[in-house]
């Protein structure tokens, strides 16, 4: 497995700003990813973050909404930009190590009020 | 396309009673089965896995079989204790398209076990 860590773990935001969620993990992983959990619901993929390169998207997300940085092969941020309280949710990272599974971050719950 | 269709919950067991949560697939090709728990208040965890058809997957007393027939992965306990109180995730990859580490969850199941 792999050691994740996130920061902040919760924050409470004003509508119409920006929070940008960090993930670090112990040891270098080729595949990230972001992932948002909305109150009482399954978890969704936003992207897949590619080191040295834009990020990849899944349908319903977009880059100019939830920017991702992929600076090394340990660390990622998500920023939620322009935030509503539809956007209220657990976010959280993964990696991919070895077989196909992935290990996730504790998550960083965001409230916007 | 390509989903998750897990049982709906909550579930509310007592103590040491017998566990099923069922999961079924679409994919194409052959992909990875996953049941991963999310605790109160945490993170998800991988519980168990299974990569071809047939695996049994085992973790903590839970196992889950990989039945490519009936495209099922239902997670089991012979006896769920109060620790147990969670809520599970059933998950796969692709198959053959897409990314092999691209995750589609299921809505998740929440278990209540009763003391």
């Known amino acids: 497995s792999a050691v994740i860590s996130q920061k902040p773990s919760r924050d409470i935001c004003q509508r119409g700003t920006s929070l940008t969620i960090q993930c670090q993990v112990d040891s270098q992983v080729t595949m990230m990813f972001w992932y948002r959990q909305q109150p009482g619901q399954s978890l969704t993929l936003i992207a897949t973050a590619n080191q040295g390169s834009e990020a990849t998207y899944e349908s319903g997300f977009v880059i100019d909404k939830f920017p991702i940085s992929r600076p090394n092969l340990t660390f990622s941020t998500l920023t939620v930009s322009n935030m509503s309280p539809e956007d209220s949710s657990i976010y959280l990272c993964s990696v991919g190590r070895g077989g196909n599974e992935q290990f996730f971050g504790p998550g960083t719950r965001l409230t916007v009020l | 396309g390509n989903s998750v269709t897990q049982m709906e919950g909550p579930v509310t067991l007592s103590e040491e009673a017998f566990l099923t949560i069922n999961c079924t697939y679409t994919a194409t090709g052959y992909p990875s089965l996953f049941w991963y728990v999310q605790y109160p208040g945490e993170g998800l965890q991988l519980l168990l896995k299974?990569?071809?058809?047939?695996d049994k997957g085992s973790n903590k007393g839970f196992e889950a079989t990989y039945r490519k027939e009936t495209t099922s992965f239902h997670l089991e306990k012979g006896s769920v204790q109060v620790s147990d109180s969670a809520v599970y995730f059933c998950?796969?990859?692709?198959?053959?398209?897409?990314?092999?580490?691209?995750?589609?969850f299921g809505s998740g199941t929440q278990l209540t076990v009763l003391p």
């Open positions: 998950a796969r990859t692709p198959g053959s398209s897409g990314s092999a580490r691209q995750l589609t």
């Open positions: 299974a990569t071809k058809a047939d």
